[in-house]
């Protein structure tokens, strides 16, 4: 199946590498003109060798630049929120200072952007906004990821919060709820866990594989597209069984 988001504009934050990378890109395949942002300027812009219309610098937690920013950029057909970053530890090992930082990227940056975005989308009736969560927080705990779970979790209540009040006026919202996805982010995180890091965090695995980015925008894309226009205020979980109750 091709041109799935034909005529669609969408809007994707934290684009430069990893989930939102790769959804920028699975977007601009399937048709879509695709603003792809990110705070790193530079390797954002090079989203646009492959198909993606625009790029930008944008800082998510700075209220002012994003509002400034959907101004600039008019209305869309879809928002996928993709910005995050992954606290370790308990709740003793989080400061105030990461709780703050935790939960203004993680969650207050997607209700920047919604605010931000939404109006366009009720003027027009219709829109999809897609959030990247988390299995950890919405679904179980994972260990040390204490503020990390509470912040995925959030997001899964503000995404259904979004598709209940707006339900009735054409606007839908979902969460992807990744698990282990290989991204430059994780492959540092499994550095730090020593020089078997990657085996580690493969052997925690039932499939005895980590999950790609490509996997996730798949996703990314049928939420995006009007084939799941029957489909609000769900959270889908991509993690490789690691959820079910086979694991």
């Given at each position: 199946?091709?041109?799935?988001?034909?005529?669609?504009?969408?809007?994707?934050?934290?684009?430069?590498?990893?989930?939102?990378?790769?959804?920028?890109?699975?977007?601009?395949?399937?048709?879509?003109?695709?603003?792809?942002?990110?705070?790193?300027?530079?390797?954002?812009?090079?989203?646009?060798?492959?198909?993606?219309?625009?790029?930008?610098?944008?800082?998510?937690?700075?209220?002012?630049?994003?509002?400034?920013?959907?101004k600039k950029v008019g209305d869309i057909d879809?928002?996928?929120?993709?910005?995050?970053?992954?606290?370790?530890?308990?709740?003793?090992?989080?400061?105030?200072?990461?709780?703050?930082?935790?939960?203004?990227?993680?969650?207050?940056?997607?209700?920047?952007?919604?605010?931000?975005?939404?109006?366009?989308?009720?003027?027009?009736?219709?829109?999809?906004?897609?959030?990247?969560?988390?299995?950890?927080?919405?679904?179980?705990?994972?260990?040390?990821?204490?503020?990390?779970?509470?912040?995925?979790?959030?997001?899964?209540?503000?995404?259904?919060?979004?598709?209940?009040?707006?339900?009735t006026r054409g606007i839908r919202c979902n969460?992807?709820?990744?698990?282990?996805?290989?991204?430059?982010?994780?492959?540092?995180?499994?550095?730090?866990?020593?020089?078997?890091?990657?085996?580690?965090?493969?052997?925690?695995?039932?499939?005895?594989?980590?999950?790609?980015?490509?996997?996730?925008?798949?996703?990314?894309?049928?939420?995006?597209?009007?084939?799941?226009?029957?489909?609000?205020?769900?959270?889908?979980?991509?993690?490789?069984?690691?959820?079910?109750?086979?694991?």
């Amino acid at each position: 199946m091709s041109n799935r988001l034909q005529g669609k504009r969408a809007f994707v934050t934290a684009g430069a590498v990893g989930i939102g990378r790769a959804c920028a890109l699975a977007f601009a395949r399937e048709g879509a003109t695709v603003i792809a942002t990110d705070l790193d300027e530079k390797t954002v812009a090079l989203l646009t060798r492959d198909g993606v219309a625009e790029t930008a610098k944008l800082d998510v937690r700075d209220t002012a630049a994003v509002e400034a920013m959907a101004k600039k950029v008019g209305d869309i057909d879809i928002l996928l929120n993709a910005a995050g970053f992954v606290h370790h530890g308990t709740a003793l090992d989080c400061s105030d200072e990461d709780w703050d930082f935790s939960f203004d990227l993680n969650v207050k940056s997607m209700h920047r952007t919604i605010r931000a975005f939404l109006p366009g989308m009720l003027a027009r009736g219709h829109g999809s906004i897609v959030n990247i969560s988390s299995a950890a927080g919405v679904f179980k705990a994972a260990p040390n990821r204490y503020v990390y779970g509470a912040t995925k979790a959030a997001v899964a209540a503000l995404t259904r919060a979004v598709a209940v009040d707006y339900i009735t006026r054409g606007i839908r919202c979902n969460a992807i709820c990744p698990g282990t996805i290989e991204t430059p982010s994780m492959l540092d995180r499994a550095a730090a866990a020593g020089p078997n890091g990657r085996e580690l965090f493969v052997s925690r695995q039932p499939m005895g594989r980590l999950g790609t980015a490509d996997e996730i925008a798949a996703l990314a894309v049928y939420l995006a597209s009007d084939e799941s226009a029957f489909t609000t205020g769900q959270s889908f979980f991509v993690d490789g069984g690691c959820s079910s109750a086979l694991s």
